[in-house]
C-alpha cells in the first residue's frame, strides 16, 4: 500500500482496521511514528521492515504474533512494548534494529523466533518471560552490547547453543557473550545441565 513511499513521517490508522498485510510499509524511509488501534489483530511480514527513521512503535493488544522481518532494520527505534496477547515473536523481527536499547517481552510469548533481535547491539538487558519454551537459533546473537539476560522459566527453553554468542573474528570462531544470565534460584542446577545454557 505504501511501500517505500518517502512522502509522509507519519500515520494515524484507523479504528476500523484490522490488518496490515505484508510489506505495507516496508522501506518508508522518512516514518517516524505509527499509531495503530486496537482493533489491528494481523501485522503481516515485512510490514515496517527498513523504516529507518521509525522512532517509536505502539503494539496493539489485539495482535497475538509478530511475523517474520516485522521490524528489521528500523535503525531509529529505540524501544519496544510487547504486549502480553502476543505468543509468537517471529524470524528475524526486530533483527538489526541498531539503537534498540529496551525489549521488554509480554509474559503471553511462548516462543522467540531464528535472529529475532540479531545485530540489537544497542540491546543491554533483556528478560524473558516464564512461559517461553523454544528461543530459535542466533535470536540475541551479536547484541555486543548484552550485559543481563533474566530468564524467569523454571524449566530452561530450548536453544541452539549460539543464541548468546557472536563472531570473533580474530579466533575465526564463535564466543560467549560478555553478559550475565540470571535464573530462578530453584532452576540454576537444571539450566547448568541443559544444552546451550551450560
Known amino acids: 500500500a505504501?511501500?517505500?513511499?518517502?512522502?509522509?513521517?507519519?500515520?494515524?490508522?484507523?479504528?476500523?482496521?484490522?490488518?496490515?498485510?505484508?510489506?505495507?510499509?516496508?522501506?518508508?524511509?522518512?516514518?517516524?511514528?505509527?499509531?495503530?488501534?486496537?482493533?489491528?489483530?494481523?501485522?503481516?511480514?515485512?510490514?515496517?521492515?527498513?523504516?529507518?527513521?521509525?522512532?517509536?512503535?505502539?503494539?496493539?493488544?489485539?495482535?497475538?504474533?509478530?511475523?517474520?522481518?516485522?521490524?528489521?532494520?528500523?535503525?531509529?527505534?529505540?524501544?519496544?512494548?510487547?504486549?502480553?496477547?502476543?505468543?509468537?515473536?517471529?524470524?528475524?523481527?526486530?533483527?538489526?534494529?541498531?539503537?534498540?536499547?529496551?525489549?521488554?517481552?509480554?509474559n503471553g510469548v511462548t516462543e522467540i523466533g531464528r535472529e529475532a533481535f540479531y545485530e540489537c547491539s544497542s540491546l543491554t538487558s533483556v528478560t524473558i518471560p516464564d512461559r517461553v519454551t523454544t528461543i530459535g537459533p542466533f535470536a540475541f546473537h551479536e547484541c555486543s552490547g548484552l550485559a543481563s539476560v533474566y530468564c524467569k522459566a523454571t524449566t530452561p527453553p530450548s536453544l541452539d547453543r549460539r543464541v548468546f554468542q557472536y563472531f570473533d573474528y580474530d579466533v575465526n570462531d564463535y564466543c560467549n557473550l560478555n553478559c550475565r544470565i540470571y535464573v530462578p534460584s530453584t532452576s540454576v542446577n537444571a539450566y547448568k545441565n541443559t544444552s546451550g545454557w551450560s
Do not use: H, M
Open 2 to 106: 505504501f511501500y517505500f513511499r518517502s512522502t509522509f513521517t507519519s500515520i494515524t490508522i484507523p479504528n476500523s482496521v484490522t490488518e496490515i498485510a505484508e510489506e505495507a510499509f516496508q522501506g518508508c524511509s522518512n516514518l517516524t511514528s505509527v499509531y495503530i488501534p486496537d482493533s489491528v489483530t494481523t501485522i503481516g511480514k515485512n510490514v515496517f521492515a527498513g523504516c529507518n527513521s521509525l522512532i517509536s512503535i505502539t503494539i496493539p493488544d489485539g495482535i497475538t504474533e509478530i511475523r517474520t522481518w516485522a521490524f528489521r532494520e528500523c535503525n531509529s527505534l529505540t524501544s519496544v512494548t510487547i504486549p502480553n496477547n502476543v505468543i509468537s515473536i517471529g524470524e528475524s523481527a526486530f533483527s538489526k534494529c541498531s539503537s534498540l536499547k529496551t525489549a521488554i517481552i509480554g
